[in-house]
């Protein structure tokens, strides 16, 4: 059973903070992970995706990712009151047949402070 | 842009009614997916489909159906609705990398 854990949260930062969201994942065969953001009552949106270990930077949004400790992390600059939302980490595992499915994790809901 | 439009924002239906919930992408993708999003439960997929006609059977397909007639559109149909039915539901569908796109959800509640 190939699993994507996540802390459920809540998050809470105060405004302009980094906030930290992590994601474990079990399938070692895993090639690509993508964040997605939920408001409350809203289906997900993607915020970015990555494939090598190490950063990828889009705005004040940075994915990290870890293959070694099956570890994907994003990171948000410079938070927003805005950016109070559920985040999705979802996995495709590019294994046993079924290469454009993902495996999303239950989400980490975050809160920022004014 | 990609664009993934759901036929109603919010339904709701009568215990045993046939519903049926469509989902259009107008970026050409070839897979297409639906789920629903229960709190504490997080995203289930239902079914999915990889191309027109084909489709196969997801986490938690009983009780759905599914068609995919062209390429651009993919139903969900809930032969005889039941409470335990009454969820969001979200279709999807992937891009070149994999990333799924999703519409704005319908908000099902049977009765």
């Known amino acids: 059973q190939k699993e994507v854990e996540q802390n459920s949260g809540p998050l809470s930062v105060p405004e302009g903070a980094i906030a930290s969201l992590n994601c474990t994942y079990s399938d070692r065969g895993s090639q690509s992970f993508f964040w997605y953001r939920q408001y409350s009552g809203k289906s997900p949106e993607l915020i970015m995706f990555i494939y090598s270990n190490g950063d990828k930077e889009d705005g004040r949004f940075t994915a990290q990712l870890n293959k070694a400790s099956q570890y994907v992390s994003l990171l948000i600059r410079d938070s927003q009151p805005s950016d109070s939302a559920t985040y999705l980490c979802?996995?495709?595992?590019?294994?046993?047949?079924?290469?454009?499915?993902?495996?999303f994790g239950k989400g980490t809901l975050l809160t920022v402070n004014p | 842009d990609v664009k993934v439009t759901q036929s109603s924002r919010y339904l709701v239906k009568r215990t045993g009614e046939k519903v049926f919930l469509e989902c259009v992408q107008d970026m050409d993708h070839e897979n297409m997916f639906w789920y629903r999003q229960d709190p504490g439960l997080g995203l289930r997929l239902i079914y999915f489909?990889?191309?027109?006609?084909?489709?196969e059977k997801g986490d938690i397909p009983e009780g759905y159906s599914v068609s995919r007639e062209k390429k651009e559109r993919f139903s969900l149909i809930l032969e005889s609705a039941s409470t335990n039915q009454t969820s969001m539901y979200l279709c999807?569908?992937?891009?070149?990398?994999?990333?799924?796109?999703f519409g704005p959800g319908t908000r099902l509640t049977v009765t």
């Open positions: 489909s990889y191309d027109v006609k084909m489709k």
């Open positions: 999807a569908s992937t891009g070149q990398a994999y990333e799924q796109y």
């Open positions: 979802a996995v495709n595992p590019l294994s046993g047949g079924s290469n454009y499915k993902l495996t």
